[in-house]
């Protein structure tokens, strides 16, 4: 028989909150009650049933957690307008996107959680993930030029760098800190992914060494 590894529940608290505002947001229901109800369910899903290994970082940082949330809200409600203007306006004329998002952590939980928090953004949905290199393609509504893309690429490795900030690992958190200094994101810029990788040129010393 299978035992499941004992884990502290303080490492898995941050994943027993985020069940919790998953079943408020699966329900449509933002109140204590629904919450509480989601904490209980998803406290036995994670500490009796057997599930493969999802282990925190044991940091937990209720200030950026606060700005993440008040932020995913926000976006919420705005989407939320948006969706249904463009619905009334545009209807199936919206021209829509599928665009891949190369995420700064490879852990598990944190990919889970970004793309989760992205796909609950009223005109947005994850498509697939790729975990070797972790990409979220994102599927998104009324993309209609390459700005708009890189508009939603930057949006969502904002996601990213916030739940990084709230309980992400002190290496990805360096990162995160590393850009905020210099200026930039991860990952390479528009101009550098279109430009083509070409060969270098011959010189008389490898033409010699030939």
């Known amino acids: 028989m299978m035992r499941r590894p004992k884990t502290p529940l303080l490492v898995e608290l941050p994943l027993i909150l985020f069940l919790g ?3 408020m947001a699966l329900w449509q229901s933002f109140d204590v009650g629904t919450f509480l109800i989601g904490v209980v369910y998803g406290t036995i899903i994670v500490r009796v049933f ?19 949330l008040l932020r995913f809200m926000t976006k919420m409600v705005l ?25 700064r952590s490879h852990d598990d939980f944190l990919i889970t959680l970004t793309g989760h928090a992205l796909a609950l953004v009223p005109g947005s949905l994850v498509l697939d993930v790729d975990r070797t290199t972790a990409t979220l393609y994102l599927h998104a509504l009324n993309v209609t030029d390459d700005h708009a893309a890189e508009k939603i690429r930057q949006d969502a ?54």
């Open 157 to 210: 490795l904002r996601t990213e760098a916030l739940l990084i900030r709230t309980l992400g690992s002190r290496s990805d958190l360096a990162v995160v800190r590393a850009e905020a200094r210099l200026g930039r994101v991860a990952g390479l810029s528009k101009a550098q992914r279109d430009t083509p990788v070409t060969a270098p040129k011959d010189t008389p010393d490898t033409q010699e060494a030939r």
């Open 79 to 103: 989407a939320s307008f948006q969706v249904s203007w463009l619905a009334v306006v545009k209807g199936p004329r919206i021209r829509n996107s599928v665009i891949a998002i190369q995420l």
């Open 21 to 23: 505002l998953f079943w």
């Open 50 to 68: 057997y599930l493969p290994p999802l282990r925190g970082t044991g940091r937990v940082n209720p200030f950026w957690g606060l700005l993440f």
